[in-house]
């Protein structure tokens, strides 16, 4: 690879990595490629470049991420550290080519160690004092909902590193792939095709006797039960599942072949959480990317939905009761119109996010 591409490698990851992107995608035209970056769920135009340089881009990249340069047929996926200066970035990558032969490229931009404080992060700090109680529980399961990108690592992490700053811990993560570099935690990373999965990393993350467990995903019926016993034998651990609320964690577990009665047993709390941009009073709206009222990584914030106590109590004994109240609020859409209603979000974001 000749030295230019290299130097503009990585002047495009170092510029866009200061610009808060979480993914640069290389997407072809007919006649030049085009480069965007994703920040705040928003897709920004960066600029275009001809054909020539987008594929040699593409080429240096699948170099660096030891994947097959020559194959541009099949879907590829990598991962590399890049060296910026004094920085070290980690990047995951995936090409896709399209019907004209014209290979594609998304990289995602992995962040390194956060020390962001959760209260600077949400509409309601209140909301992480909860959390922080929750946490500091000897054993349990705590679960975390909310689309891709919501900040659900985020906002398991820090809470994690907050307890162990106060009281020193032994914390393991089960991670697809890791995703924020924490030098305090023991991190481990799937390899499906090493026959490294969930259900390896997990049994033997358990004889390891951790004082908390991070779980990135809980994907299959395996992975939940597991979970469960783990939390049931005396650890603490923190998980991520995909459902629309808490209501619908609830459920998702149930699907997977959790017991109510084990859910009682070892269950503190479901979390919802959206990632919703903050209200700007100089763009008269969601604050814009170039606006400078808020900074990069603080235009948007965290809104959270907690069931825990007497609430996923009474949730999980109307469940058992096989009762269903059509008429019950949204727990999730109370807070969001909490947030409306004092100012911090657009009528647009309120109407946006709201769960139907």
Not at 130 to 140: D, M, P, T, Y
Not at 299 to 305: Q, R
Not at 343 to 354: L, V
Request: with cysteine; proline share 2%; net charge positive.
């Amino acid at each position: 690879m000749s030295e230019s591409i290299e130097e503009f490698a990585k002047h495009l990851i170092k510029n866009l990595a200061k610009r808060g992107a979480s993914d640069i995608h290389i997407l072809p035209t007919r006649n030049h490629y085009r480069i965007y970056f994703r920040t705040s769920n928003e897709l920004i135009e960066w600029q275009k470049v001809t054909i020539e340089l987008g594929s040699r881009l593409i080429a240096y990249f699948k170099f660096l991420a030891n994947m097959e340069v020559s194959e541009k047929r099949k879907p590829q996926s990598g991962a590399a550290e890049l060296e910026i200066g004094e920085l070290q970035k980690s990047l995951r990558f995936s090409t896709i080519t399209n019907f004209n032969y014209q290979e594609s490229m998304v990289i995602r931009l992995l962040l390194s160690k956060q020390d962001c404080k959760l209260e600077e992060t949400t509409f309601f700090p209140k909301a992480i004092g909860e959390l922080q109680q929750l946490v500091s529980a000897k054993s349990g399961l705590i679960l975390f909902s909310g689309p891709v990108s919501s900040g659900k690592t985020t906002t398991m992490y820090q809470l994690v590193k907050e307890q162990v700053d106060k009281k020193q811990s032994q914390v393991i993560t089960i991670e697809d792939p890791v995703e924020i570099e924490q030098p305090e935690f023991l991190q481990t990373q799937l390899n499906e095709e090493a026959g490294i999965t969930y259900e390896v990393i997990l049994k033997a993350s358990l004889r390891h006797h951790p004082d908390i467990l991070i779980v990135g995903e809980i994907r299959d019926s395996q992975t939940a039960k597991n979970v469960l016993r783990g939390a049931l034998t005396g650890h603490l651990i923190l998980a991520s599942i995909h459902a629309k609320d808490t209501e619908g964690v609830l459920l998702r577990m149930l699907e997977l072949g959790v017991s109510l009665l084990q859910l009682q047993q070892v269950l503190l709390a479901v979390v919802s959480q959206r990632l919703i941009a903050k209200k700007c009073s100089l763009c008269e709206g969601n604050c814009h990317f170039f606006c400078t009222h808020f900074p990069h990584d603080h235009k948007k914030a965290t809104l959270y939905e907690i069931l825990s106590y007497q609430l996923l109590e009474k949730r999980l004994q109307e469940l058992k009761k096989e009762i269903f109240n059509q008429k019950r609020t949204n727990g999730f859409n109370e807070v969001l119109r909490k947030a409306y209603v004092y100012g911090y979000i657009t009528k647009e974001s309120y109407q946006q996010f709201q769960i139907r």
